[in-house]
């Protein structure tokens, strides 16, 4: 069996002495879509930022493309390869909806491909396309989002984190960002998916985890846990 | 109409002035909540290096401009070094940076004055590339070419350094990393270089008000700290952080200061600023032009 892009092995993180993250292993492989699924506060985002480079892990081990990247700069890590779309987006707020763009393409190895590279995003995310002069903060919900996911994007990379694409938009809106999240795992991206809702990733997800105050309490893929009654009551509430 | 013009003229050099030493002021602490006590002393440096090199070498004065930016930055980059890189990851960074930078301010004015009392006679100096009090009239007032090149540089680097952020690739990660640095880092962009840039971009400009203040004034050890001062009244009144708003804040600073000075007495001048920004911050605490509150949540 071929080595994981990422493997994530005996990590712990908290923040201040507060332990959030206990002993979470799990591998990403080549091309897969990994999900973390889990309720809000019990250390998905933790867990993604930790990977990043933007909380240094005080435990364990991650690997990257045979690379040791636990506690490296996040600007490092970007460049290996590993790209965050975080939550909450964190746009840049004052800036146009092209230079957000172009923030995403600053990395040397797709900086000179920008003008193509939007063009694509642009074919994906239409909406980016009308709002180009736009401040990123007068932006709407869903077009944050989309900002965020087509900033990602450009970044190139090895790996996506998307961090609850669908968090505090409205169904319809979270219909069009599954369905770009589906193309991707379509066109062979390796995504790595933190959601907490397990509706939106039971038929997408290669393999689910079930982070729960900081372990991963269950692993299996959505089928599995569409019948495991016990699992979902327990920590998804039905 | 006299008093008018007079109030303009005077106001818009004040204004270029402090504007050129607040915008500095102001990107350093956009970009990573930075306040430079030293400043004013980069200031004093840049009119000295000048004095210095114009006295001994005999410098073109077409490349004083550059010179004193050249020095100013260097001297900016080196603060950043042996200060603020070995306090970002503190906690109480803002506060600790300022004790840090106004100390290193306090040893670099004590050395400058020690070296100068060996190396010279007594300060002060003219500022050699003073170009004198050739003026020309505007109504019945007299405006010096001084000014007119002061103005023309102060708006050009203002101009320059507006391109910079908005044009480049790293004055666009600057500007990134100003408004959200965590993202900025996921997005590649090595902040510590982006902070060293600024904090020597912030110095150059700094030498470069230096010469303009010792065009007016003789070059003495201490001429850069009432600038410094009035160029953190200025971001203040802005709104720290916010650029623009430093820009239209240093032309209403220079112009009030001008109105009180032209019209009741030059040692009001100073006086009548601070009321000026004493009820505009109980007025908008946040400033003028701030969108922020100034405490972090």
């Not at chain 1, 990422?6 to 923040?15: E, K």
């Not at chain 1, 401040?135 to 609850?164: K, Q, Y």
């Not at chain 2, 902070?195 to 912030?202: E, G, K, P, R, S």
Request: proline share 3%.
């Amino acid at each position: 069996m071929a080595e994981p892009l990422l493997s994530v092995q005996n990590l712990y993180a908290g923040y201040e002495g507060q332990s959030v993250l206990k002993d979470v292993s799990f591998d990403v492989p080549e091309g897969g879509l990994i999900s973390m699924l889990g309720p809000n506060g019990h250390g998905k985002t933790t867990l993604l930022r930790c990977i990043a480079g933007l909380l240094r892990p005080s435990g364990g081990h991650i690997h990257f493309a045979g690379r040791r990247i636990e506690g490296a700069e996040a600007e490092t890590v970007v460049g290996l390869g590993v790209v965050l779309i975080p939550q909450g987006d964190m746009l840049f707020p004052d800036m146009s909806v092209y230079d957000n763009l172009k923030m995403g393409a600053y990395l040397p190895r797709v900086r000179k491909t920008f003008d193509q590279d939007v063009e694509n995003i642009y074919e994906i995310l239409p909406r980016l396309k009308e709002r180009t002069t736009q401040l990123a903060r007068t932006l709407s919900g869903g077009e944050r989002r989309m900002l965020a996911i087509g900033r990602g994007l450009l970044a190139g990379g090895r790996i996506l984190m998307i961090d609850e694409p669908s968090l505090g938009l409205a169904p319809i809106v979270i219909d069009q960002i599954y369905e770009i999240i589906t193309d991707l795992k379509a066109s062979g991206r390796t995504i790595l998916l933190v959601e907490e809702n397990a509706s939106r990733i039971i038929d997408l997800a290669d393999r689910i985890h079930l982070l729960d105050t900081g372990h991963i309490v269950w692993a299996g893929d959505g089928k599995e846990l569409q019948n495991n009654q016990q699992v979902l009551e327990t920590y998804l509430g039905g | 109409m006299n008093f008018f013009i007079q109030i303009i003229v005077s106001g818009l050099t004040f204004g270029a002035m402090y504007a050129l030493a607040a915008v500095g002021l102001a990107l350093v602490w956009g970009a990573f909540n930075m306040l430079n006590m030293a400043h004013g002393i980069i200031m004093t440096l840049g009119a000295y290096f000048v004095l210095v090199w114009a006295e001994l070498f005999g410098l073109p004065l077409w490349f004083a401009g550059p010179f004193a930016f050249l020095a100013g930055g260097i001297v900016g980059a080196i603060i950043y070094f042996i200060s603020a890189h070995w306090m970002l990851t503190q906690k109480n960074f803002e506060v600790t940076i300022i004790i840090a930078t106004f100390g290193l301010g306090m040893a670099l004015e004590a050395g400058l004055m020690k070296l100068l009392r060996e190396l010279f006679q007594a300060a002060p100096y003219a500022q050699p590339l003073s170009l004198g009090a050739d003026s020309f009239l505007v109504g019945d007032v007299p405006v010096s070419y001084q000014r007119l090149i002061i103005w023309a540089v102060a708006v050009a680097l203002i101009v320059l350094v507006a391109l910079f952020l908005t044009r480049t690739t790293m004055g666009r990660a600057i500007r990134a990393t100003a408004q959200n640095r965590d993202a900025a880092r996921l997005m590649g962009v090595k902040v510590k270089r982006v902070y060293v840039i600024v904090l020597a971009l912030a110095s150059g400009l700094a030498g470069v008000a230096g010469i303009m203040l010792s065009s007016f004034k003789d070059v003495v050890p201490l001429m850069g700290q009432t600038p410094m001062l009035k160029a953190f009244i200025v971001i203040v009144l802005a709104g720290l952080g916010n650029m623009t708003g430093a820009l239209y804040a240093a032309l209403l600073i220079g112009m009030v200061e001008a109105a009180v000075k032209v019209l009741v007495a030059d040692k009001w001048g100073f006086l009548a600023m601070l009321v000026v920004v004493v009820i505009a911050i109980i007025w908008r605490p946040a400033g003028l032009f701030g969108k922020h509150q100034i405490a972090r949540q």
